[in-house]
């Protein structure tokens, strides 16, 4: 079992930058991938990035490429998503989830935390 809790959601400006953070329970985080989804109001939840177990691959959905950068600190249970110059249109509420397959296909995914807001005002 991971319970994952997410964290450093919030409103920010056009342009603004913003890290969310993800904190997982248990002693076995080091072996799950993890993922960042997101659901924007109105819409079925995407995929936004994923990371190895070790943190070495990492795959994002294009329209975040060059923005947003998935990490992960295995000593501290912790993934990260730093997003850079956000946009209106990445307003949504943000998930992290813990896996055992590296995929972007949510369906793969085992554990999901309750979500973090974030809104971008243009």
């Known amino acids: 079992q991971v319970q994952l809790v997410e964290s450093g959601g919030g409103l920010v400006q056009a342009g603004d930058s913003l890290r969310l953070s993800c904190a997982a329970s248990?002693?076995?985080?080091?072996?799950?991938?993890m993922g960042w989804f997101r659901q924007a109001p109105g819409k079925e939840r995407e995929f936004v990035a994923v990371?190895?177990?070790?943190?070495?691959?990492?795959y994002y959905t294009d329209s975040v490429k060059s923005r947003f950068t998935i990490s992960r600190d295995n000593d501290k249970n912790t993934v990260y998503l730093q997003m850079n110059s956000l946009k209106p249109e990445n307003k949504a509420v943000y998930y992290c989830a813990a896996g055992s397959i590296f995929t972007p296909q949510e369906r793969h995914y085992d554990y999901w935390g309750q979500g973090t807001q974030v809104t971008v005002s243009s």
């Open positions: 990371i190895s177990s070790s943190g070495k691959s990492t």
């Open positions: 248990g002693r076995t985080f080091s072996s799950y991938v």
